[in-house]
């Protein structure tokens, strides 16, 4: 929120090596979800361009879901992975319907289960993978086939809250513009991918150089997109220190608009 004006943008990315890129994205002018039509325009916008055959799997949480969207999705063959609210209704093999919960609650921690054959839940028949979760909520998510790695996938929807945290307080703080115009505020999102894809291009070129740190608890010190953007903001701050890096992180930007025939980098002592 700015003052009483909402900034709120649906956004469609491409999970690939372990981070959401932002390619389509809708700014909506309130609070709250978007809606169904909303979600049908944008992922259209994304058909109209790149066709079904591109899609491995649609993720979703728990608010994209709805009787029209999974017939949109069942209708253009479409798979996907999508988290359910607890309560939301599920039938059981004698046609009665219950909230998803019940079928899970007896299981131990941590543990999941698929329910036997595909249920009926807002007017489709959908696979039901569910687990209680450590802090006692449950993790339930339907699926359009049958597939015993419906939660481990579903755990890389995960990976666009890492693209927020990078896009505002962890990198760029977009949170911090003063713009009310949508499209300007458009605009800055679409320099803000772009930046982004940048910061992840140099991080993974500066990674073949100077290989991540690595902790104690074997996670690395920094991330791919920050381990990139802290090289670029010391590159364009200091640009007198080293002309060759400030020349090498911007032929990497060039790389990136341009998309090079292939992911092989010229090393540049560190």
């Given amino acids: 929120m700015l003052g009483c004006f909402p900034i709120n943008f649906l956004v469609l990315s491409v999970v690939h090596q372990g981070i959401a890129f932002p390619i389509l994205w809708t700014f909506l002018p309130k609070q709250g979800n978007s809606n169904t039509k909303e979600r049908i325009e944008l992922l259209n916008r994304f058909l109209a361009q790149f066709g079904t055959c591109t899609i491995d799997c649609l993720l979703a949480d728990r608010e994209f879901i709805g009787k029209e969207w999974f017939a949109y999705l069942k209708f253009h063959h479409i798979r996907f992975h999508i988290r359910i609210k607890r309560d939301m209704n599920i039938s059981r093999t004698h046609g009665r319907l219950s909230p998803a919960l019940n079928f899970f609650r007896s299981l131990p921690l941590s543990t999941y289960c ?31 086939t049958q597939s015993e790695q419906a939660l481990e996938e579903y755990k890389r929807r995960w990976k666009i809250e890492v693209l927020f945290e990078a896009l505002k307080s962890r990198g760029f703080n977009f949170e911090d513009t003063h713009l009310k115009d949508e499209k300007r505020l458009n605009t800055l999102f679409a320099v803000l991918a772009i930046a982004f894809c940048w910061a992840y291009h140099v991080g993974a070129w500066r990674h073949t150089v100077k290989p991540v740190r690595i902790k104690k608890h074997q996670r690395p010190a920094k991330s791919i997109f920050r381990y990139g953007f802290d090289l670029i903001r010391h590159a364009l701050f200091n640009p007198e220190d080293k002309p060759e890096l400030l020349a090498r992180v911007l032929n990497l930007l060039w790389q990136a608009l341009t998309g090079p025939k292939n992911h092989i980098y010229q090393l540049y002592p560190m």
């Avoid at 839940?121 to 687990?131: A, F, H, K, N």
């Fill in 114 to 144: 698929t329910l036997h054959g595909p249920r009926l839940i807002s007017g489709q028949l959908l696979w039901t993978t569910g687990m209680r979760l450590p802090d006692g909520e449950y993790l339930i998510v339907v699926s359009d």
